[in-house]
């Protein structure tokens, strides 16, 4: 949204960073500080586009030692591809399985055959509030109690007056319907800027049961 920073080159030589700073990074974290000892850490992404964040979540994974594994969807062959490359590129393709195709079907198809729970959840396909909606409506049966579900681009779209659309809608929508805590970064990211962290379990809920 800022006017000086239109792009990535122009972000890295006025910031000294790439535009996934913070945003990776935080994602990063957020995953570390998720992650069950004991289980399958079980993660699902919509929207891997050239597998960025794909990478950033399996790195997250290799580096905890823990068990686990990124499940990630894009309808755009050409995306498809180059995530693949870059994915093995990063040398982290054991710990990653990427889909071509419509996160609709491909995932909902995915949750219903799923034999496990699901730990975390990046959704950052479609940023349209109905499609976002359709996609935490998919993953939300199958989430651990003590889940975490990211979301990219929470910042109401310039110009646009209805802030009720996009991603920023659609989490108006699970905060009402669905409760559990909900935090907005709005500061982070690239257009719209905005990430949020959506916790499953309210924060009164006892802990020590996930012990
Ligand atoms: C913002 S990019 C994802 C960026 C990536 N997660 C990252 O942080 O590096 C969004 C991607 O989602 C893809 N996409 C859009 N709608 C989708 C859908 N319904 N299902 C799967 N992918 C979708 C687009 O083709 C695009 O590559």
Redesign the pocket.
């Known amino acids: 949204m800022e006017t000086a920073v239109p792009d990535n080159d122009i972000t890295q030589e006025r910031t000294g960073q790439g535009i ?1 700073c913070p ?2 990074n935080f ?1 990063y974290h957020t995953l570390s500080c998720c992650l069950d000892r004991e289980a399958e850490n079980i993660v699902v ?10 990478i ?1 979540m399996a790195r997250a994974l290799i580096d905890s030692g823990l068990r686990g594994h990124v499940y ?5 062959a050409a ?1 498809h591809q180059r995530a693949c490359d870059n994915i093995a590129s990063a040398g982290v393709a054991s710990q990653v399985t990427l889909y071509h ?4 079907e ?2 909902g198809r995915f949750a219903v055959e799923l034999d496990g729970s699901i730990r975390f959840a ?1 959704l ?4 349209q509030q109905d ?1 976002v909606l359709r ?1 935490f409506t998919i993953v939300y049966p199958k989430l651990t109690n003590d889940s975490v579900v990211l979301f ?2 929470t910042y109401p779209l310039p110009g646009d007056n209805d802030p009720g659309q996009g991603t920023n809608g659609a989490l108006r929508v699970i905060e009402r319907d669905y409760q559990g805590n909900l935090v907005n970064f709005p500061h982070t990211s690239w257009w719209t800027p905005g990430q949020a962290v959506w916790q499953k379990a309210p924060f009164g809920w006892d802990w020590c049961e996930a012990c």
């Not at 990630?72 to 755009?76: A, P």
């Open positions: 996934g945003g990776w994602l992404e919509t929207g891997t586009n050239w597998g960025f964040s794909t950033t990630s969807w894009e309808t755009d995306n195709g419509s996160v609709a491909g995932l990046f950052d396909g479609s940023h499609e996609e990219d681009n």
